[in-house]
Structure formats: C-alpha cells, structure tokens
C-alpha cells in the first residue's frame, strides 16, 4: 500500500513539488513576451503574475520538494519546513515589493496569498506531521 510506504511529510513534498512545477512551467506559457526579471509578468489563471524568473523559482523548488519528497522520510521532514519558510519570506517580501521596482519576480497580492497558503501548510507538515516515524 503506498501509504505505509510514504509518510504524510513524502506525500505532501511530491504533491506540492509537482504542483509548483506544473504553475512554473505554465507561467512560461503566458510569458514569452515578458523580461526575465520583468517587475510586471503574464497573468496565469487570471489571478497571478509571473515572469519568467519567478516560473524557474517555482521549478526549482518542485524539484527540490519532489526529489525529497521520493527520496526519504527524514529528507522531505527537512525539506518542507526550510521551503515552507523560503516562501514565507517571499510572501513577505512581496508584501513590500508590489509595484515597487526591486519586485524581480512580479509579486502580487494574489501570488502573495498562495506563498503565505503554501508556507503554512509545508511548514506544519514538516514540523507536526510524522513525528513517530522514521
């Protein structure tokens, strides 16, 4: 059965890793016509802005969380609360960077809330989930 295989903090890393992959490799979709670092991106599902250095921060950090998430339990307990406090600092970070020109990822108000969302949700996974397991 895969869930006695994969722990709670496993399953969430390859969930959220494949989901960040698929939203940066979507962003290039919608941002071919935008500067790497462009301060305004495309819009991705009405809602979110993206450039195209921010859809290779999103890839990035999917593989990472995925390729803890497949390799070890202890791994993937690590691996979500350091990225869970990575986007944090982005969603803070973005609540100063809007419509300012340091904002290099094209932060906005929608994409700040998904980085908050994300961040809870891996930071609690990677400190309260699986705490018995090995």
Partial sequence: M???RFSRNRIVGIVA???YIAVGALGFLVTADVAFTSTEGGI???LLEVNP????VHIVLGLI???AGIAAHRI???TNTVIGVVTFALGFYGL???DAPTNLLALNTWGNALHFGSSAVLVAVGLGADR???
């Fill in 2 to 4: 895969i869930a006695a």
């Fill in 17 to 19: 890793g494949a989901a």
């Fill in 44 to 46: 991705l599902v009405t």
């Fill in 53 to 56: 250095l921010q859809n290779l």
């Fill in 65 to 67: 969380l995925l390729a």
């Fill in 76 to 78: 993937a307990v690590v």
């Fill in 96 to 98: 100063f960077a809007i």
């Fill in 132 to 134: 018995t397991e090995e």
